[in-house]
């Protein structure tokens, strides 16, 4: 990939348009401040259709753009070198949705049908039977249990679903769960897509007595479908949120990882005018990651804090008391608007993830947001920017509560006219230029230093040949910040 | 049970106070209109908390008077002969509260806790272990499957919940379950109570491999827990929504069953303009019936529909292009409101009830209402009225939208005021009048007879000597109507 910021985006929640008009929105345009900005683009999914249960994530036909977006050739001109925009796209290995025909077709004819080995049931990860041992050993990302019942044939069957009842797990093992994701990378490559990101990619693999999370078969599968897609030109990054440990061993073992710690680190800096936790993260976090402050997920929890299987003997980056009070930091800086998009957990180290816009979940303080920013260009890694965190974006309680979609309240769409407005504010522009520092000066191209400093400071440089920058906050009191570069 | 209506109640939403205004309302006042106007009520469930997760069916302590609405001597003294109310209460016989003291007890001891044998777990079900067919056997009230994981001791255990995760399902035949439910009967006793509703008993037995619902061991648990009921001068009504035919199976083998068919079926006659359903129900109908056109819960579905599990073979009282056009016929009458509570289903005929005032699902129609209540006080057996209906009262959309909980749309607090102002009503000050007629005339006393009428007529009459009641409705013009007491 490419050394430079990348934009994370729907295609049609920024302008409201296709992919020509996003496209446009990217390249064009002499007075454009978007234009050249980014190195690359993840579209969140495109497929059709991109307004099912999961916002994309659960489509129907993955090998058909949606036709409210455009089509194929429309993907290949944003992805052509003309453009200058690397394309990363989701596969979305785990699952797919319980309206698309191939789930239908087994559906109605059951075993008769051609389909039938691509969905996992209960009965083929436990032929003799699950008891309470075997179905506890699974790791969730949710409450409750991977299964859900619906009619097949004659019959009621139970099937493995992960995330949703509307997201049918697939079995990937099968030769026509291998054949179903190898046309998607074929479908890819051929518009000239650049790399991929796979959803949900620990959670594929299933096996009896086991925790279904993460395995050694896991990585194995991931290893192998990786082959795949690098042979196809394209390179691959693994979305898992985890134990920071894990996360660790993880990112020995794939491509490219995300740095989901990140976000909550920087704000539990912020929120405890400390910088401990993100020093002790900067000095063992993996480097092969795409940085993060948001996505269209919300903010990871459970990245930073300790092992749910074991909280005594594995603990988090943070201590407990402190995560728990930085959730309700971030409640009572979004005026309460995250507490309504999160949701009731019996504690705070039970969530998963906060849903909050980056820029609320700080108050709304400028200064403290682009210092957040400025953070996250300065560490190793590939950055990448949300579209609501680019336009430096706030809660949108009147799609939550539209569609009681928690994450909807940082999956604003955006008109026109509103980006032209974002674009002239203060923090939005300063936040461009920061990107067009993070692109072009030369000393990210060198080597990285985390500088000694005092508990409460945090002191970042790059160094090439006489290039130099060098980022220094001190949380306890962030106006004492300082941000240099060579010129 | 006196042959006289009943009143079905929360204590705290008809005046907004507790069991003393609650007594006070129904007794008490020279021009109260209430006074004296019913022979029983059957108070919703009144124990500690009446806020929980399913309002009041989820008890934490069902052996105590939520502290708000009185305490037992309160229950006493409503349920003492002066005045003149048979109290009904609830026996919720298949689980207990997740926050339950015995509960709360097991999570923190594990099998080390004295109530390790009160709740159903997955194992002790399924010792062999679970598969489809074992689970997909499973009769449901709901979709999904009845397990819910939860922490004990220093496991997670998968625990059996028929109806939602707070609710955890009683072993009833372990000595822990037989305890808990003898000290419940024992408590309504001394204070008086002299009925009680058995609360999802159906679901009550499970055994692997079967339907777990109104299996012979079923029906052999009700008729002992009845008989340990009326060894305490306690009449027992068992709560079934099902299939028709099962449900007259069900009336036949315990003392007194809901006539749930009644209240979509005269829905079902003024919406086609035909009498041939209700008439047909109306002749094979159980005896030992409370009659009702509201309750607490929706307007049931399947109680008409055809049996679930043979849709062709078992055929229900209505046909199922009749029922789904009576599903949109309710919901247009309401303006829509009937589905925003009562949600998606796949197809109408999936719906388990309908979540509508009865007075809504008419549309408002004062006539109509009116005349569906004559209906519901001439066919033999008990007849009930909810207090939202009592009133004629319309939608709650603004409790819908507060707690998202779709049955609230009929279940509105009534405030003191709004209680006079609906009783000055015309459709309220008629109903009371038609409550007068029905306890007080003779002619009820005595033999019922289904007359002769044309298809789109229903004729119904009452003889005691030389007392005379008739009710003579048609259908397709319910303009045309009669209502006939001999003096």
Redesign the interface.
Known sequence: MKNQVQLITYVDRLGGGDLRALQALLTQGEDNPLRGRFGGVHLLPFFHPIDGADAGFDPIDHTRVDPRLGDWSDLAALAAPESGLDVMADVIVNHMSSQSPQFLDYQAHGEASEHAGLFL???AV?P?????A???AVY?PR???P???LPAGD????FWTTFT?QQIDIDVEHPSGEAYLEAILRRFASVGIRSIRLDAAGYAIKRAGRSCFMMPETFAFIAAFSAKARALGIEVLVEVHSYYRRQIEIARQVDWVYDFALPPLVLHAFAFGTAGPLKQWAEMRPRNALTVLDTHDGIGIIDIGADAADRAGSPGLVPPEELDALVEWIHRNSQGESRLATGAAASNLDLYQVNCTFFDALGGNERDYLLARAIQFFLPGIPQVYYVGLLAGRNDLALLQRTGVGRDINRHHYTRAEIDERLRADVVRQLLQLIELRNAHPAFGGQFELLGSGDTELRLAWTHGEHRAELWVDFKDPARHGLRFSE
Chains 1, 2 share one sequence.
Do not use: H, K, Q, W
């Open positions: 049931t209960l009965d436990f003799d039977g699950a008891n309470e075997l179905l506890t969730r409450p409750g249990l299964l859900t019942v019959a009621r069957r139970i009842p």
